[in-house]
């Protein structure tokens, strides 16, 4: 996206990594910036966790940054070793049930996008699963391919490639309809009713930067996202576009920031 803003817009665009915190780090940044569109945020479904994980930021993500379009979003996989009993959710369920406290739940991380999506599962099914928390997705599948744990709530990009060649069972898809990617897979929300969780990027500025570079940001986003090579990119990524209008983007973060402050409540989750 950062390449194709270069070329419409004939101003280049440099990523610029500013990692630690749960994306807090770069998101301060962000805030700090003149808001002359300028600086641009790469705003994560991560940023609507921290709003709540986090109880000391030195800034309000809803009140300080202007949400300009979305990117991308990425279902989750709720997804089991082979070798595991059960075969479909309400068989994970039963199990479950049947053996409060012994399945093992890997993420990549406590507070990211894999734990709370494994959260929302236990608060609306009412099971008990011992969570795992790993740094990072990579030894998390490593170690459900390998049999250590039960189950994971992971993103398609890592676990795609387990799950084409057998070495991983998926059960659903955490998205409100089924993945493009994956579309033989059953909605979660097929038998948890109401059940929806989604990883997904999209563009943020500072607030207070004047809504005709708001708009035009929006526009040259989206002009990306109806693009066949970036849609087939991100389609090979597992991920479906979010195109729409800033309201929309706002309206997405707004309902994802009030969902998992309930879930982050009811788990006691805490930051590392």
Same mark, same amino acid.
């Given at each position: 996206? /950062?390449?194709?803003?270069?070329?419409?817009?004939?101003?280049?665009?440099? %990523?610029?990594n500013?990692?630690?915190?749960? /994306?807090?780090?770069?998101?301060?940044?962000?805030?700090?910036?003149p808001?002359?569109?300028y600086?641009?945020?790469?705003?994560?479904?991560?940023?609507t966790? *921290?709003a709540?994980?986090?109880?000391?930021?030195?800034? *309000?993500?809803?009140r300080?940054?202007?949400? &300009?379009?979305?990117?991308?979003?990425v279902?989750?996989?709720?997804?089991?070793?082979?070798?595991?009993?059960?075969?479909?959710?309400?068989?994970?369920?039963?199990?479950?049930?049947?053996?409060?406290?012994?399945?093992?739940?890997?993420?990549?991380s406590?507070?990211?996008?894999?734990?709370?999506?494994?959260?929302?599962?236990k608060?609306?099914?009412?099971?008990?699963?011992?969570? %795992?928390?790993?740094?990072?997705?990579?030894?998390?599948?490593?170690?459900?391919?390998?049999g250590?744990?039960?189950?994971?709530?992971?993103?398609?990009?890592?676990?795609l490639?387990?799950?084409?060649?057998?070495?991983?069972?998926?059960?659903? &898809?955490?998205? @409100?309809?089924?993945?493009?990617?994956?579309?033989?897979?059953?909605?979660?929300?097929?038998?948890?009713?109401?059940?929806?969780?989604?990883?997904?990027?999209?563009?943020? %500025?500072?607030?207070?930067?004047?809504?005709?570079?708001?708009?035009?940001?929006?526009?040259?986003? *989206?002009? /990306?996202? @109806?693009?066949?090579?970036?849609?087939?990119r991100?389609?090979?990524? /597992?991920?479906? &576009?979010?195109?729409?209008?800033?309201?929309?983007?706002?309206?997405?973060?707004?309902?994802?920031?009030?969902?998992?402050?309930?879930?982050?409540?009811?788990?006691?989750?805490?930051?590392?």
């Open positions: 996206m /950062g390449q194709w803003l270069s070329d419409r817009l004939g101003q280049q665009f440099v %990523v610029e500013r990692p630690g915190a749960g /994306g807090n780090i770069g998101t301060e940044v962000a805030v700090r910036a808001p002359d569109g600086t641009i945020l790469l705003v994560v479904s991560a940023n966790v *921290n709540t994980l986090y109880n000391n930021l030195s800034f *309000n993500f809803i300080d940054i202007a949400p &300009v379009a979305g990117i991308f979003v279902p989750l996989i709720m997804e089991v070793h082979p070798s595991f009993p059960a075969k479909s959710v309400p068989e994970f369920v039963a199990f479950a049930k049947a053996n409060p406290g012994k399945v093992t739940m890997a993420s990549s406590i507070g990211s996008a894999q734990h709370i999506a494994g959260e929302l599962f608060f609306m099914t009412g099971i008990e699963m011992l969570h %795992v928390p790993y740094r990072g997705s990579t030894p998390a599948v490593t170690d459900l391919v390998s250590q744990v039960h189950v994971m709530f992971d993103v398609t990009p890592s676990s490639p387990h799950i084409k060649a057998g070495a991983l069972r998926p059960l659903a &898809v955490t998205t @409100a309809i089924r993945s493009e990617t994956l579309p033989e897979i059953p909605v979660l929300g097929d038998f948890v009713p109401g059940y929806e969780a989604s990883a997904w990027l999209g563009f943020g %500025v500072p607030t207070n930067t004047p809504m005709a570079i708001v708009d035009m940001l929006n526009r040259e986003v *989206n002009a /990306g996202l @109806a693009d066949s090579t970036i849609k087939k991100f389609a090979d990524l /597992g991920a479906d &576009v979010l195109p729409g209008s800033s309201a929309d983007f706002r309206n997405l973060i707004a309902t994802d920031t009030e969902k998992w402050a309930k879930v982050i409540r009811f788990a006691g989750i805490k930051p590392q």
